[in-house]
């Protein structure tokens, strides 16, 4: 039994959930976000609470349960709250900045790092995300906390922080263990 699943979701206001064709579809103040549904899962709406429960009782719909509980919980925070996380740039001319291309139609940014290699980094901000630079502290928020999630490790990725400075990219609250490095004699 999935005590995750067990538990009542209930239903902020301003948030309308509905289930069809085998999607969840959650929209709000901020955006909308969907999901498709697993077809051992069903999911019950009566007036502002929602219940998961699992059509048949079988080894990977008990594993189904909690995970789309889970699921539906924070696609509700999402769209009512955005998820946010938070990156420190350390070292010496290490940069960040946010740049959108005047020439790109799609309107997509794009975030830039000089992290000591010889060229500039860039990597293209998804769509649904906001990212910004200050001071080499990024802050990625967003209404789906996966992709939020998936975008910082991906930039955490380009340079992470190594154990004997603590240079490179780090969460606000990672702690670097230190090593101690030589010894002169």
Do not use: C
């Amino acid at each position: 039994m999935s005590r995750i699943g067990k538990k009542i979701i209930t239903l902020p206001a301003n948030t309308e959930l509905k289930v069809s064709d085998g999607s969840i579809f959650v929209k709000g103040p901020l955006g909308e976000l969907s999901r498709t549904l697993h077809p051992i899962i069903e999911v019950k709406i009566e007036g502002d609470t929602v219940t998961v429960n699992p059509k048949k009782i079988t080894l990977e719909s008990r594993a189904l349960w909690g995970t789309y509980a889970s699921h539906l919980t924070n696609m509700i925070n999402g769209v009512n709250k955005p998820f946010e996380k938070k990156l420190i740039l350390e070292g010496i001319g290490f940069k960040s900045e946010v740049k959108g291309d005047p020439s790109n139609t799609s309107g997509q940014d794009k975030i830039v790092f000089a992290l000591g290699f010889s060229h500039p980094v860039e990597v293209p901000i998804p769509a649904g995300l906001k990212v910004t630079a200050e001071k080499n502290n990024i802050t990625i928020s967003g209404s789906d906390k996966e992709s939020v999630g998936a975008f910082a490790a991906k930039i955490r990725a380009q340079k992470k922080p190594e154990p004997y400075k603590g240079k490179g990219m780090r969460y606000h609250d990672e702690v670097i263990r230190r090593k101690q490095g030589k010894k002169t004699a």
